[in-house]
């Protein structure tokens, strides 16, 4: 079973907004509540970047790319994170994926094409 499901992506033009869900389908609550968890990126020709993090505790942290555009935010009763994004720019062009900080390796799901068309 894939641990992280991600969905909510999909064609927008630019200055739009798209909000993505990833849902951890293996954790448990106990496991699931205490984790940090993050959404990454990767572009065209691009490696995977770190996008956005959420703690235990709710404290938030950004890539400078996407600073006051995108929101990182979380459920524990649904074992779900979200990303809204705002202001959407063609370089925000990528697959979406979430995983913990540290990322689990063997734990990476499809992630959710967001494609941005100026």
């Known amino acids: 079973q894939v641990q992280f499901v991600e969905s909510g992506g999909g064609l927008v033009q630019a200055g739009g907004s798209r909000r993505l869900s990833c849902k951890d389908q293996r954790s448990i609550t106990s496991t699931f509540n205490p984790s940090t968890m993050a959404w990454y990126r990767q572009g065209p020709g691009n490696q995977r970047e770190l996008v956005a993090s959420?703690?235990?505790?709710?404290?938030?942290v950004y890539a400078d790319a996407v600073k006051g555009r995108f929101t990182i935010s979380r459920d524990n009763a649904r074992k779900t994170v979200y990303l809204q994004m705002n202001s959407l720019k063609p370089e925000d062009t990528a697959v979406y994926y979430c995983?913990?900080?540290?990322?689990?390796?063997?734990?990476w799901g499809r992630g959710t094409q967001v494609t941005v068309s100026s």
């Open positions: 959420i703690s235990s505790t709710r404290n938030t």
């Open positions: 995983n913990r900080v540290p990322e689990l390796t063997n734990s």
